[in-house]
């Protein structure tokens, strides 16, 4: 077993703390990853802080990974070592059901394995997070990523990336398409450049008047605070496409009297719970839809796509023993755009 360092939730309340603990040897088709960067998703919190239900303390946070590859298995044939690797929401998936031989290994249908506070494959092993030096996934999990990118603003593409990327692809979003993003952290900021980068004109929707200059950098075209109800009144019917990327309970209704006819919601945002009068849909043909993530095939096209057009995320990083100011901070919309733990802190 391999001795590794972390911080953990124990407990619904309590702050991450320093946790050692031990990881799985390398097996024939792992792939060791020495942690460079994680970035702070605002998951991370929902999970340490047990808001779905679903927490399994004690807890290694931690799904936007980059690090350098520290040793292979005997059968890894796409790494070698020092390769510059990336690890996201997923470790392991059944690898055998349709959807996981469709590419959506995200969706599998008998376990996806996420990257942290779920069982592995074997029903029993806890995984643990990227809030730690090192972690041992097998090799068809583990993405490359290009030295072209600063490494601490690719480590969010691994989630708050490929989350904005798949839908806005999925959607066929481009020019011509009016497309509001509403909320601006880490999956608004992705959502900006690359709903931008694909030829839309964006239209930042956020309750924060200081982040109008910074949503105009990233990419939008207009600003509409969402706190001033004449500003929402002018967009009635406006948009092709609003992502939703808030993560606390808000009024979906007034989002979605923002679409045109036809115009389609993609939520991506997980409070525990959102409502949505039927009348706002039928009304106009209008879609609601969600999107989690995306399989491993278009997470390394993503990844490819920012490479090639020099999209990462803006980021502050911060050592690991600031991490819990930073959920605090994150919780009050306090982040430019995207908390990044360098590891070599924990080292
Ligand atoms: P984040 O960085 O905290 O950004 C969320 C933004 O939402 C805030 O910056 C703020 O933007 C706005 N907001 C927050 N609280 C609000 C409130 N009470 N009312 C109105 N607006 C509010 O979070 P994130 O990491 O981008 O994650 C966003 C959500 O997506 C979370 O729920 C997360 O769990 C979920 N998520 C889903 C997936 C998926 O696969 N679907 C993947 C990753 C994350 P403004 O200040 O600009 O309004
Ligand atoms: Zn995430
Ligand atoms: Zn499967």
């Given at each position: 077993?391999?001795a590794?360092?972390?911080?953990?939730?124990?407990?619904?309340?309590?702050?991450?703390v320093?946790?050692?603990?031990?990881?799985?040897d390398?097996?024939?088709?792992d792939?060791?990853?020495?942690?460079?960067?994680?970035g702070?998703?605002h998951?991370?919190?929902h999970?340490?802080?047990?808001e779905?239900?679903?927490?399994?303390?004690p807890?290694v946070?931690g799904?936007?990974?980059v690090?350098?590859?520290?040793e292979?298995g005997?059968?890894?044939?796409r790494f070698?070592?020092?390769d510059l690797?990336?690890?996201?929401?997923?470790?392991d998936?059944?690898?055998?059901c349709?959807n996981?031989?469709?590419?959506?290994?995200h969706?599998c249908?008998?376990h996806?394995?996420?990257?942290?506070?779920?069982?592995?494959?074997?029903?029993?092993?806890?995984?643990?997070?990227?809030?730690?030096?090192?972690?041992?996934?097998?090799e068809?999990?583990?993405?490359?990523?290009?030295d072209?990118?600063?490494?601490?603003?690719v480590?969010?593409?691994?989630?708050?990336?490929?989350?904005?990327?798949?839908p806005l692809?999925?959607?066929?979003?481009?020019?011509?398409?009016?497309v509001?993003?509403?909320?601006?952290?880490?999956?608004?900021?992705?959502?900006?450049?690359?709903?931008?980068?694909?030829?839309?004109e964006?239209?930042?929707?956020?309750?924060?008047?200081?982040?109008e200059n910074?949503?105009?950098?990233?990419g939008?075209e207009?600003?509409?605070?969402t706190?001033d109800?004449?500003?929402?009144?002018?967009?009635?019917?406006?948009?092709?496409?609003?992502?939703?990327?808030?993560?606390?309970?808000?009024?979906?209704?007034?989002?979605?009297?923002?679409?045109?006819v036809?115009?389609v919601?993609?939520?991506?945002?997980?409070?525990?719970a959102?409502?949505?009068?039927?009348?706002?849909l039928?009304?106009?043909?209008r879609?609601?839809?969600?999107?989690?993530?995306g399989?491993?095939?278009?997470?390394?096209?993503?990844?490819?796509?920012?490479a090639?057009?020099g999209i990462?995320?803006d980021?502050?990083?911060i050592?690991?023993?600031k991490?819990?100011?930073?959920?605090?901070?994150?919780m009050?919309g306090?982040v430019?755009?995207?908390?990044?733990?360098d590891m070599?802190t924990?080292?």
């Amino acid at each position: 077993m391999l001795a590794t360092k972390g911080y953990a939730a124990h407990n619904a309340t309590s702050e991450l703390v320093p946790f050692n603990f031990e990881r799985r040897d390398v097996g024939p088709n792992d792939v060791l990853v020495e942690i460079h960067y994680c970035g702070v998703c605002h998951s991370d919190i929902h999970n340490a802080r047990n808001e779905w239900g679903n927490a399994i303390y004690p807890m290694v946070p931690g799904h936007e990974i980059v690090g350098r590859v520290k040793e292979v298995g005997r059968n890894v044939s796409r790494f070698r070592l020092r390769d510059l690797v990336g690890v996201g929401v997923m470790v392991d998936s059944c690898g055998k059901c349709e959807n996981c031989r469709r590419g959506l290994e995200h969706c599998c249908v008998n376990h996806t394995v996420l990257t942290y506070n779920t069982p592995e494959l074997d029903g029993k092993t806890i995984t643990y997070g990227g809030y730690s030096n090192q972690i041992v996934v097998t090799e068809k999990f583990v993405h490359h990523v290009s030295d072209k990118l600063p490494a601490s603003g690719v480590a969010p593409l691994l989630c708050a990336g490929i989350t904005t990327y798949s839908p806005l692809r999925r959607w066929k979003v481009g020019k011509g398409h009016k497309v509001g993003v509403m909320g601006l952290g880490g999956l608004g900021h992705m959502a900006v450049k690359f709903a931008s980068s694909f030829g839309a004109e964006v239209t930042m929707l956020s309750r924060s008047a200081s982040k109008e200059n910074d949503a105009k950098k990233l990419g939008a075209e207009n600003f509409v605070l969402t706190t001033d109800e004449k500003q929402i009144l002018k967009m009635r019917n406006y948009f092709d496409f609003i992502v939703d990327t808030v993560s606390a309970a808000h009024d979906h209704d007034k989002v979605i009297d923002m679409l045109n006819v036809y115009g389609v919601l993609i939520n991506v945002g997980l409070p525990p719970a959102i409502t949505i009068n039927p009348h706002k849909l039928t009304w106009g043909d209008r879609v609601a839809t969600g999107s989690m993530i995306g399989g491993l095939k278009e997470t390394q096209e993503m990844l490819d796509y920012c490479a090639e057009k020099g999209i990462s995320s803006d980021v502050e990083v911060i050592p690991m023993n600031k991490i819990n100011e930073a959920f605090d901070r994150t919780m009050k919309g306090d982040v430019k755009y995207r908390f990044v733990i360098d590891m070599a802190t924990l080292r």
